[in-house]
C-alpha cells in the first residue's frame, strides 16, 4: 500500500513537472527587459524566448517574430533548445516506461520485473530534470552577468523572466518525483525467493526405547 502511494506521488510529481518544461519551452519569456537607469521607456516590453522574441506595447498589443536561423542564436539559446526538447522527450518516454511497471496496470506479471521497471523510469525522469536544469542555470547565469557587466548598454539588458522560474519548478519536480519513483519500491532479495520452513530436528531414543539425555536441556 505504501509503495502504491509513492509512486502516484511519484509519477504525480514527474508528470506535473513535464508538462512544465513543455510550457517553459514553449514561453517566449526567457529574458524580459530591464528598465534601469537610461533605459526608462515603459511603452514596450522586448520579451526573448527560445524559439521566438516578443514586443509587447503598452496598449497591449503584442508583436512576435520566430528566429530566422539557428545557427545565428547564441551558444546557450542553441543549448537550450535542444535540452529542453530533449528533456520533454525523456518524460514522455519515462512516464510510458513506468505505466508498463506501475502496480495498477497488468502489462507485466512478474513483480520483481514491475519493480525493476519502475525504477528505470525514475532514473529517466532524473536525467530529464537535469537536462533541463542545466540551459536554465546556464541562461541565468548569462542574464545576470550581463546585468552587472558596465559595457553591455542599458537598452540591451534583460532580466530572468517567467519561463526560468517554471522551469525551475519543473526540474525541482522531477527530480523529486524521479527519487521517489527510485526508491517506491525497492528490490529486496527476501522477496524473489520463497521462505522455505525448516522442521527441528527430532529427538532420537536409545535402545533401551528410552530418549537421550542428550535432547534434554
Not at 525467493?193 to 531414543?205: E, F, G, Q, R, V
Request: aromatic share 8%; with cysteine.
Amino acid at each position: 500500500m505504501i509503495s502504491a502511494c509513492l509512486e502516484i506521488i511519484g509519477l504525480g510529481l514527474s508528470v506535473t513537472g513535464t508538462l512544465l518544461v513543455m510550457v517553459a519551452c514553449g514561453l517566449p519569456m526567457w529574458k524580459v527587459s530591464a528598465f534601469i537607469e537610461g533605459n526608462i521607456v515603459v511603452a514596450q516590453n522586448i520579451w526573448d524566448g527560445l524559439w521566438m522574441s516578443c514586443v509587447v506595447q503598452s496598449t497591449g498589443q503584442m508583436q512576435c517574430k520566430m528566429h530566422d536561423s539557428v545557427l545565428a542564436l547564441t551558444t546557450d539559446l542553441q543549448t537550450a533548445r535542444a535540452l529542453t526538447v530533449i528533456s520533454a522527450v525523456l518524460g514522455v518516454q519515462a512516464l510510458m516506461i513506468t505505466i508498463a511497471g506501475a502496480q495498477c496496470t497488468n502489462c507485466i506479471s512478474k513483480e520483481s520485473i514491475k519493480a525493476k521497471v519502475v525504477n528505470v523510469g525514475g532514473v529517466i525522469y532524473i536525467i530529464a530534470g537535469l537536462f533541463v536544469l542545466v540551459p536554465l542555470c546556464w541562461m541565468a547565469n548569462n542574464i545576470i552577468s550581463d546585468f552587472y557587466d558596465p559595457q553591455v548598454p542599458y537598452a540591451k539588458k534583460r532580466e530572468i523572466g517567467a519561463a526560468l522560474y517554471i522551469g525551475w519548478a519543473a526540474s525541482s519536480m522531477l527530480l523529486v518525483g524521479g527519487v521517489i519513483l527510485c526508491f517506491s519500491r525497492p528490490h529486496d532479495e527476501k522477496t524473489l525467493y520463497p521462505l522455505k520452513y525448516i522442521p527441528p530436528p527430532t529427538k532420537s531414543a536409545s535402545v533401551n526405547g528410552d530418549y537421550d539425555k542428550r535432547n534434554y536441556v
